[in-house]
């Protein structure tokens, strides 16, 4: 979901001169500095039963956002896309626009030159983006209980877990937390190896 | 597939006004120092540039609403901008993919052309494992394969090293001499014009300021750009007869006459130096003092001031014997009949 959406905005962050840009960019880049706590209590204004978008939703197709694993996944996704966005958008600044120039001279349109040539070109970028968000996706914890709640099975993630079982169970935290930590530092360390080093 | 261009950009503080003209087959060099407006023209016809004024017609189809993509022009760049991602063959076929040819097919072709142009054994291989010349190679093939009615070659060679640009300047030549649309091709060096172009047009600060044939360019250039490119001095004055009186009130006099305003050259072998004034056949004779001494291929090309600043050629046993260093007084005396004066 980052990938579909994260991906043509930064393209348009990259690519297109419009008025608001820099806005725009703010806006992206907002629930990077956001507390997640926060960032969950904005949803719910917006996409709550009762909030701008979310009353909509709910009277047109009988939609409800929060407390479901659809809203799990708005969550995260809000919180986590601005990391995909700003690896995308600086691998597509440091693409060289003369690509795509060539391309275009050869017969290719703006969609055939962006799937052929400038894709490619920015793939470590996109892929390295797409790791962290997801890693950030997994430790997202504020949003996530303030939009979606704790409800095992449904909008239970892990680290929604490892708070719960601290309370009830702490030999289950921490093998729950191990888990994180492993998998966290192997992901970094596979991207070092792969795109840092590289 | 005949060009008529005529080309208006402006951009802070530069202005292009260029007219442009090619006829099918036809090669044209545009030659100018560095930033006299080349590859913006060259831009401009393929439509990475949008115009400020003027049309660009090619065939009697107005190209300049078009997009890029839909002009049909090859393009050739100068440092070739294939796709590093893509083998050689998918370069070459890239072209004729995005005109929706099949994929077996497009391979096809473009394997063709990469054997027309001698790469078959490195169809398989990336950009970066190809050498500058095979990679200007492919570029060529890539820009040809797409089927254009117009080529435009960005200092084709530039890019090159001397021996490699020997080789590929005849091969190139004789791609060029193939293909059946006009070609335009930007250069700044002179012997790259005269050796793959019919007509070279000089550009010097966004504007033409001379077109013609190799012969006529070489022979009666009309600025001092294109006078240092071919190695003359010239000079623009009055001719009454023979003799020819430059503004400051300096004359000389010419093999043959002619009337009004006129430039005037002559090569820097003619001219003779001396320690002391000469007497004898020489009719232009003016004192000079040397300003810098520098070599030119065998000789050494001597740059003198004085009441008429011009450029000699000697040999490393005369500079010796006349003592040359900067600062040195000396006469200098050209023949009359190694002066000629033409049309300005």
Known sequence: MCLILGVPLAWVLARLEFPGRRFVRALVTVPLVLPPVVGGVALLLVFGRRGLVGEWLDQTFGLSLPFTTTGVVVAEAFVAMPFLVIAVEGALRGADVRFEEAAATLGASRWTTFRRVTLPLIAPGVAAGAVLCWARALGEFGATITFAGNFPGRTQTMPLAVYLALEQDVDAAIVLSLILLVVSVGILAALRDKWVAA | ?344
């Open chain 2, 1 to 344: 597939m005949s060009l008529a261009a005529q080309l208006v950009i402006k951009r802070d503080g530069f202005t292009l006004d260029v007219d442009l003209t090619a006829e099918p087959g036809e090669v044209v060099a545009l030659l100018g120092p560095n930033g006299a407006g080349k590859t913006t023209t060259l831009r401009a016809l393929a439509g990475l540039l949008p115009l400020d004024g003027g049309r660009i017609t090619l065939d009697g189809v107005r190209l300049d609403g078009l997009a890029p993509e839909q002009r049909r022009i090859g393009v050739v760049f100068q440092d070739y901008l294939l796709f590093p991602h893509l083998s050689a063959l998918d370069n070459v076929a890239f072209g004729p993919r995005c005109r929706r040819v099949p994929r077996a097919e497009a391979r096809r072709r473009a394997q063709e052309w990469l054997t027309r142009v001698g790469l078959t054994e490195h169809v398989r291989k990336k950009p970066r494992q190809l050498s500058g010349g095979q990679a200007q190679r492919v570029a060529l093939a890539r820009a040809l394969a797409s089927e254009p009615r117009m080529l435009l070659l960005d200092e084709p060679l530039a890019a090159l090293d001397a021996r490699t640009r020997l080789e590929t300047r005849a091969q190139l030549r004789g791609h060029l001499a193939a293909f059946p649309g006009a070609t335009v091709l930007v250069t700044h060096d002179p012997l790259d014009a005269l050796m793959l172009a019919d007509r070279l047009v000089i550009i010097e600060d966004g504007r033409v300021v001379q077109t013609g044939d190799a012969a006529t360019i070489t022979a009666q250039p009309r600025t001092d750009y294109v006078a240092r490119l071919v190695g003359l001095n010239l000079y623009r004055g009055h001719a009454d007869g023979t003799t020819v009186t430059l503004p400051d009130g300096f004359t000389l006099v010419t093999g043959a006459e002619q009337q009004g305003e006129v430039f005037v050259a002559f090569p820097p072998s003619a001219v003779a130096l001396y320690p002391t004034r000469p007497d004898g056949s020489p009719r232009n004779t003016w004192p000079a003092t040397v300003t810098t001494v520098s070599r030119q291929g065998d000789s050494l090309r001597i740059d003198l001031g004085g009441p008429l600043p011009a450029a000699a050629d000697v040999t490393p046993a005369a500079a010796v014997h006349l003592g040359l260093e900067p600062g040195r007084e000396i006469w200098a005396s050209v023949k009359a009949t190694e002066v000629r004066a033409y049309e300005a």
